[in-house]
């Protein structure tokens, strides 16, 4: 993907928090980086600040901690959604948890100097206060209802709901991963997924 289709990608996205008129647009350009990450390689990782609020534009990142030697997933960010270790982004703390690259993945992303930059711009700094709220919110309603997932929702629940944020992108990461976020074994995964496409065959 060349630069110019992600930056337009990320202005489209952004179009969805706040309208930008064409000189605001170019106030902000200035600022994003168009970036790639190789499959497996880490976006943030614990122990590190996590320098970047980025969104995917192509490709898909996971979120997960390590307990015990042992991988616990409890997160993705597919095409056309933001990633970020957003706490750690925020308040300048060590990220607690990995955000790796689940496949050869693109961003656009600001940096946090970037951001501080853009709310302080005469031309785009009441746009961009307005914008870093609504993300904020936007990751507060995500988590909510990820915890209220878990309470309330069967894993085939769950998995439908995956499937309507991931798309085919669910369709091309090692399904264990999947299996894990849900909190259920592959075996139960796959007998899922076969329910699920018995049903809608």
């Known amino acids: 993907m ?20 064409e000189t605001e647009w170019q106030a902000l350009m200035p600022l994003l980086e168009v970036s790639s990450l ?5 976006f943030a990782e614990p122990g590190k600040v996590c320098n ?17 030697g042992e ?20 308040i300048r703390e060590p990220a607690i948890h990995y955000i790796q690259a689940l496949e050869d993945t693109v961003f656009v992303s600001l940096t946090y100097a970037s951001m501080q930059q853009a709310y302080a711009n005469n031309i785009i700094g009441h746009k961009m206060e307005r914008f870093g709220r609504l993300v904020a919110e936007h990751y507060l309603i995500c988590y909510e209802d990820r915890v ?54």
Do not use: C, W
């Open 71 to 90: 991988e616990i997933t409890g997160y993705f960010s597919f095409e056309n959604e933001f990633a970020s270790s957003y706490k750690s982004f925020l």
């Open 38 to 42: 190789k499959k497996k390689k880490n």
């Open 148 to 201: 209220t997932s878990f309470i309330t929702q069967t894993p085939e629940e769950r998995y439908n709901k995956l499937l309507e944020t991931g798309g085919e992108v669910l369709q091309r990461i090692p399904q264990h991963y999947v299996a894990n976020f849900l909190g259920i074994t592959p075996v139960s995964l796959s007998r899922i997924r076969r329910r699920i496409m018995k049903i809608s065959a």
């Open 2 to 21: 060349d630069s110019l289709s992600a930056l337009q990608k990320f202005r489209e996205k952004v179009q969805e928090f706040v309208p930008l008129r």
């Open 52 to 68: 970047h609020i980025a969104l995917v534009v192509k490709g898909s990142v996971r979120y997960f901690h390590v307990k015990d």
